[in-house]
T-cell receptor, first 112, second 111 residues
Framework: ETGVTQSPTHLIKTRGQQVTLRCSSQSGHNTVSWYQQALGQGPQFIFQYYREEENGRGNFPPRFSGLQFPNYSSELNVNALELDDSALYLC???????????FGPGTRLTVL | DQQVKQNSPSLSVQEGRISILNCDYTNSMFDYFLWYKKYPAEGPTFLISISSIKDKNEDGRFTVFLNKSAKHLSLHIVPSQPGDSAVYFCAARVYDNDMRFGAGTRLTVKP
């Protein structure tokens, strides 16, 4: 059974640019959630995708958007990057919306 | 708004002793609580959970206690082992899709 994988591991961007982060869910999981973890804080819920539809969103602006594909992998897109977007971005998958979530290793994004 | 709080950023215990990690929450609508642990360069790993209809759940060396009236959650690890050294996050779920995390407590278990 393959766990949750994320790419890339690290990324450096400049303010104003756009970024796409990718996540492959664990085998058999159809739900993917994205979190932002700033330094010294716990993960903050960005949004969740269930069967290719957005299924809930946290307190993040519209420049944070996502997609889920038929194979249940997912992308997180962030437009007009700001310095405060620098964080670890975590993806978690689950077998359905209310089930236990299993996390990937994360993508470390640095915005200069 | 920080609805889940872990007020101790760090905790150090001796191997073999009990580790108690605490968590407070403010939202009475939370229906499910979880503990995750995180090693450096890895994502959080699910450890144990408890439904709001229970007050205790046990899994091997790990026990989670829930006091709904006090809006307080705790994780007991006994006996503590050096491999338990990690950051522990308390999380609470409101609805099926929105999980709120505390800031984490770094546990160090000394040999």
């Amino acid at each position: 059974e393959t766990g949750v994988t994320q790419s890339p591991t690290h990324l450096i961007k400049t303010r104003g640019q756009q970024v796409t982060l990718r996540c492959s869910s664990q085998s058999g999981h159809n739900t993917v959630s994205w979190y932002q973890q700033a330094l010294g804080q716990g993960p903050q819920f960005i949004f969740q995708y269930y069967r290719e539809e957005e299924n809930g969103r946290g307190n993040f602006p519209p420049r944070f958007s996502g997609l889920q594909f038929p194979n249940y992998s997912s992308e997180l897109n962030v437009n007009a990057l700001e310095l405060d977007d620098s964080a670890l971005y975590l993806c978690a998958s689950s077998s359905y919306s209310g089930d236990t979530q299993y996390f990937g290793p994360g993508t470390r994004l640095t915005v200069l | 708004d920080q609805q889940v709080k872990q007020n101790s950023p760090s905790l150090s215990v001796q191997e073999g002793r009990i580790s108690i990690l605490n968590c407070d929450y403010t939202n009475s609508m939370f229906d499910y609580f979880l503990w995750y642990k995180k090693y450096p360069a890895e994502g959080p790993t699910f450890l144990i959970s408890i439904s709001s209809i229970k007050d205790k759940n046990e899994d091997g060396r790990f026990t989670v206690f829930l006091n709904k009236s006090a809006k307080h959650l705790s994780l007991h690890i006994v006996p503590s082992q050096p491999g338990d050294s990690a950051v522990y996050f308390c999380a609470a779920r409101v609805y099926d899709n929105d999980m709120r995390f505390g800031a984490g407590t770094r546990l160090t278990v000394k040999p």
